[in-house]
């Protein structure tokens, strides 16, 4: 290599990390800028008729440039209406696992290394939402692992619980591209997978972590400011459970002066922990 290709390719690494792309997505670079080499394969007679099974034709001639054939969305609309059917026939949290492991309908699934779906305890009392895997979350799986995830252990503790006594997902299981804000398709596509997640992990107390995940889930255009603190009911069409918004653990961090909010959201949450003991809310 040059030393102005060196030059090139320093500006456009640089140029990709100030637009936010911080992973690559194959092992391989794929040359965009090459042209694609359109002749037609050479092909047997019987292809060439018609007459070959498909399975047996050829396909067409692929350049070593070729981008690897990703997934294909569906519209958005028909995506939401296949997700809504997927996740009303789910009986168990493994089976929506499986079902969005293989569910196409989101195209951010193309993009993402793998599902981020769950992690603590399916039977906990406590449930936290956030918004959608990071970067960390991304390359483990699950979610709240990177710095905003210590955090998140750290608020849990801090009312006397471990992160193995709740449980904790998002309403986006895969990491958007470059951490992008979701895009309001997307979180209708996905909505009905975490609606499903929440009335079979059936909590007492649900937790929504920063602005998105409390105006998707507890349907309110007011900000996180106003939000917070407040409880809501969260209907799951089978009961409804007591609700509260508190800041997304991110945003603490960049704000640590609203911990102390934050706090005061917790106890509160802790209290109705305690106001409802497992016995009563078995009997509900
Ligand atoms: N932010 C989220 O909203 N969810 C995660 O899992 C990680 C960071």
């Known amino acids: 290599m040059t030393s102005d290709q060196a030059t090139t390719v320093r500006e456009l690494l640089t140029f ?3 637009a936010g792309v911080d992973c690559a997505l194959g092992d391989e670079p794929i040359d965009r800028l090459s042209t694609p080499d359109l ?23 692929q350049t070593a440039t070729a981008a690897p054939r990703a997934g294909i969305a569906p519209p958005p609309d028909i ?4 997700a809504r059917e997927a996740a009303r026939t789910a009986p168990s949290l493994d089976a929506l696992r499986a079902l969005l492991e293989s569910f196409e309908g989101c195209a951010l ?6 599902l981020v779906f769950a992690d603590g305890n399916p039977q906990a009392r406590l449930m936290f939402v956030g918004e959608a895997p990071g970067r960390d979350e991304d390359i483990e799986g699950l979610p709240f692992v990177g710095r905003s995830g210590q955090l998140l252990n750290r608020m849990i503790g801090a009312i006397g619980l471990k992160r193995s006594d709740v449980y904790i997902a998002n309403v986006i299981p ?5 951490n992008r804000t979701p895009t309001p398709q997307e979180t209708q596509i996905c909505l009905p997978f975490i609606r499903r997640q929440i009335e079979l992990v059936n909590p007492d107390v649900l937790v929504t972590l920063g602005n998105p995940s409390t105006q998707t889930l507890l349907q309110t255009r007011e900000g996180i400011m106003r939000t917070r603190g407040k409880w809501f009911d969260y209907d799951t069409g089978m009961r409804t459970i007591r609700a509260m918004a508190t800041f997304h653990p ?17 106890r509160a949450v ?10 009563q809310s078995a009997s509900t």
Not at 251 to 264: C, G, H, I, N, Q
């Open 16 to 18: 990709y990390l100030e």
């Open 39 to 61: 002749t037609p394969p050479d092909r047997p007679a019987a292809a060439e008729a018609g007459t070959a099974p498909v399975a047996a034709r050829q396909p067409p001639r």
């Open 79 to 82: 995506a939401i209406e296949s």
């Open 109 to 114: 699934k193309f993009t993402a290394s793998r």
């Open 174 to 178: 895969w990491r958007p591209p470059g």
């Open 250 to 266: 991110a945003y603490l961090l960049r704000s640590p002066s609203y911990k102390r909010m934050a706090w005061l959201d917790l």
């Open 270 to 279: 802790a209290r109705a922990l305690e106001d409802k003991t497992p016995e």
